[in-house]
């Protein structure tokens, strides 16, 4: 049965929402494409933001390509697209969007995927930040996704006018910060810890949910420094904390060293080091980092995407309270999962196009359901769209 032979008066809130996603994703490319010449279409739908499988905790996606921060620690480098200078990504803005709304693993609006910019650039680095936020304005007035960035950047007071005129519901900003005692050692070329702080502390004030994202954590640096950097953010108003493990190789570990670290206290927490990404053992530094912000009665999360979630109040996509790392944060997202029919969740599936959909039974953590098209992309996009987990049967 189609939602409109549904009526509306037989639906509730929540199937609205979960029927106004699944159909924008149905209507957002040949609406968005309409009107484009056949280039810009050709490069939209040949760019990887329109095919790329998602993260399990959302779609990282790029304003731009690269960092000279010269973070001693940072893993941009040691990828080779990301050489040199920072570049402008090559989409215009409405590329940017019939590509993501191209992508068969994304669901629209405030429901649907996430969209975490600043994971191979800072996208508020000078030559990126006007690209960044053409991005983030086409990606919230068309396609309506939550949008999250990480920045160690301060923003020019044009950029922050952006700021004042964007919803600040399912907006999550995250300002890095993981020293504030040797930041000219591990981080010469990023702006200062308190001008960072400041950034935070504006937009705290303008109404967004900003998060300190304390990633990575070093060990013999960040843990011994933990009790002066939560103390300055609270005192700039940011009473969220997002921590990281911190990935090293080879090329990190030598960098580190010559930088004064000590690297011990690292390499006793590495399984390896190699020329690949390996991250560290942190799991008792993120619980310490976690007992330090109950002191404070600061919000402690284990993800960055529980920012993006807290930020939009709606689920965590990654179903962190399933997976066993929801840190009881008051977003509360287990109170917020759909409550959903069998013969909904089946119009559901066979909306975003699951075929010969049979034998639906529908639990408070799992749908369950044989289709005769079973794939790893309509798992993806059931389990974002329902917030539980997925189980195509045979």
Known sequence: MAREEKGASEMTPTTRVLWDAVEWMCKAREEIGEGMDETSTKRALKDYHARRRPRHCGMTVHSGIGCDNKCVYCYVPEMRFTAGVPRSYPLSPREFALALASNPWILPTRWGTF?????????????????????????????????????????????????????????????????????????????????RLEFAEKLSKMGYRVALFLRPIIPGVTDREISDILDEA??????????????????????????????????????????????????????????????????????????????????????????????????????????????????????????????????????????ANPSPQLAYLAKTLFRRNVVFEK
């Not at 991005?135 to 949008?147: D, E, F, H, T």
């Not at 053992?281 to 310490?288: A, F, I």
């Not at 013969?343 to 034998?359: D, F, N, Q, T």
Request: hydrophobic share 40%.
């Open 234 to 371: 609270k005192s700039h108003s940011v009473d969220v904390v997002v921590a990281g493990s911190l990935r090293i190789t080879e090329n990190i570990v030598e960098r580190m060293r010559a930088s004064g670290i000590a690297i011990n206290e690292v390499l006793k927490r590495a399984k390896r080091v190699s020329k690949r990404q390996t991250p560290i053992y942190s799991r008792d530094l993120k619980k310490m980092v976690a007992r330090e912000c109950e002191k404070r009665d600061m919000v402690y999360l284990d993800s960055a995407c529980c920012a993006t979630a807290l930020a939009t109040e709606v689920p965590c996509i990654e179903l962190c309270w399933l997976v066993g790392r929801c840190t009881g944060c008051p977003n509360k997202c287990y109170e917020k999962v759909p409550e959903l029919s069998s013969s909904e969740a089946k119009e559901l599936l066979a909306a975003i196009g699951c075929e010969e959909v049979s034998k639906v039974e529908v639990a408070s953590d799992t749908v369950r359901t044989r289709i």
């Open 115 to 195: 969209l975490a910019f600043g994971s191979v650039a800072d996208p508020f680095h000078p030559l990126l930040a006007e690209k960044t936020v053409d991005y983030m304005r086409v990606a919230k007035a068309v396609l309506g996704n939550p949008i999250q960035f990480s920045t160690k950047m301060t923003p020019t007071q044009q950029h922050m006018s952006f700021f004042e005129n964007l919803p600040r519901e399912g907006v999550s900003p995250l300002v890095t910060l993981v020293t504030v005692k040797r930041h000219r050692a591990l981080e010469p070329k990023a702006p200062s810890p308190s001008q």
